[in-house]
C-alpha cells in the first residue's frame, strides 16, 4: 500500500553525542529532531528495542498521520515502502574533535573545549547490528561531526561497512589523508566530500580558521585518482556559502577551476546553517541576490560539466519545497 513516508522513517538512525535520532536533517519547517533513544547507554543498546520504537511512526506515515517534526522535509515520497525491521541508513554524529575551526560550526565558540571532549566507541554497536543481521546495505552511511578520520575507531568501522557491500558518504576537512577512504574510492562504495568553502588561500584561512589550503587541494587530487574509470563522481568539494564573507562570484569562480584541475567532476553546496536557521524563526525569504548565486553556481556547474550535489539549505535556497532532486552523486 503506497503512503507518505522516508528512508529515515523506515530505516534511518542518526548518532549523536549522547541520544540517537530518526534522522540529521534539520533545515525543513518541521526542524526534524525525531528523538529515538535519550541518554543513550552504549553499553546496553537494544537494536530490537529501536526498530519497535520507530514502529509507531511508521503506523502512524500508513494512516496518513506524520510527525510535526518531518512537515515539508523534501525527503517525504509517496511510494510502497515494503517490509521494513532492518536499517540500512545511518549518520554518524557522535564527536567534535576536528583538524578545522570553521566559523560555521557550533564548535567554534571554544574549539579547544570540543577538540578534547571524550565520545562513546560506536563500533561495538555497529558489530552487534551485523550479528543481529538488521542491516540492508540498500542505503547510505555518512559521517559528518567532526573530522571522520581523526576517529580511533574510523579505520575499522568504514571497513567492517566496505566488507557489508555499503555504500558510504564521507564528509571530510580534507586535511588528512586516508588510505581507508583511497580504498573505498576504489572500490565504487564510498563517496568523499571534502570541505572546501573558498577558492583562495585568503577565504580558505578566514573560514576554516587554520592554514591548509595546498594541502587540500592536493589530497583532493589524490583521492580523484582513485576513482574507478567507470564512476568519476565519487569525490567532491563542497562550497558553503557564508552570506557577508564568501558569498561573490570570484571567489566560486576559483573555486570551480581549482576542481578542475585537482580533476575533480562533482561538486556541492549548502549555505550556512545557522543564519539559514534565523531566516526561518523570523519567517524572512531568502533574498533575491543570494537566490540568484544560488542560480550562478549551477549554471555554471553545468557549464563546466561538473556533476552538483544539492545539499539541504542549498537545495531549499534553489528550489521550492514541491520539487524533488537526486541529493547525492552517482
Known amino acids: 500500500m503506497p503512503y507518505t513516508s522516508c528512508r529515515w522513517l523506515e530505516h534511518g538512525i542518526s548518532f549523536n553525542s549522547d541520544h540517537i535520532e530518526m534522522c540529521c536533517l534539520r533545515c525543513h519547517k518541521g526542524g526534524g529532531r ?17 526498530l519497535e520504537d520507530r514502529k509507531k511512526f511508521i503506523d502512524d506515515a500508513k494512516q496518513g498521520k ?3 517534526e518531518c512537515e515539508e522535509c523534501f525527503e517525504l515520497n509517496k511510494k510502497n515502502w515494503g517490509k521494513g525491521g532492518y536499517i540500512d541508513t545511518i549518520h554518524f554524529d557522535h564527536w567534535t574533535k576536528c583538524n578545522s575551526n570553521c566559523v560555521y560550526c557550533f564548535t567554534h565558540s571554544d574549539k579547544k573545549e570540543f577538540n578534547s571532549k571524550e565520545h562513546y566507541n560506536v563500533l561495538p554497536l555497529i558489530e552487534d547490528l551485523f550479528e543481529k543481521k538488521l542491516f540492508k546495505p540498500t542505503g547510505e552511511i555518512t559521517f559528518a561531526g567532526g573530522e571522520p578520520t581523526l576517529l580511533e575507531e574510523f579505520d575499522d568501522l568504514v571497513n567492517l561497512f566496505l566488507e557489508n557491500g555499503a555504500r558510504l558518504k564521507i564528509h571530510t576537512s580534507g586535511l588528512q589523508y586516508s588510505e581507508t577512504i583511497a580504498k573505498g574510492i576504489e572500490k565504487g562504495q564510498i ?6 568553502d573558498s577558492g583562495t588561500k585568503e577565504m580558505y584561512s578566514k573560514v576554516k580558521g587554520v592554514e591548509g589550503f595546498d594541502i587540500f587541494w592536493e589530497n583532493a587530487k589524490k583521492y580523484a585518482l582513485s576513482q574507478p574509470k567507470k564512476n568519476k563522481n565519487l569525490v567532491a568539494t563542497k562550497y558553503i556559502l557564508i552570506p557577508d564573507m564568501n558569498t561573490n562570484k570570484s571567489e566560486i569562480r576559483k573555486w570551480l577551476k581549482l576542481n578542475k584541475k585537482a580533476g575533480i567532476k562533482c561538486i556541492a553546496s549548502d549555505v550556512e546553517d545557522n543564519w539559514c536557521a534565523d531566516l526561518r524563526e523570523n519567517n524572512k525569504p531568502f533574498p533575491k541576490k543570494l537566490r540568484g548565486l544560488a542560480k550562478f553556481i549551477v549554471n555554471s556547474a553545468d557549464d563546466l560539466g561538473f556533476k552538483f550535489l544539492f545539499y539541504n539549505n542549498f537545495w531549499y535556497l534553489y528550489y521550492d519545497t514541491q520539487q524533488k532532486r537526486d541529493l547525492f552523486c552517482e
Open 66 to 68: 506524520l510527525p510535526k
Open 191 to 196: 563517496t568523499v566530500v571534502l570541505s572546501a
Open 34 to 50: 525525531i528523538i529515538l533513544s535519550e541518554n543513550l547507554d552504549v553499553h546496553n543498546f537494544d537494536w530490537d528495542k529501536i
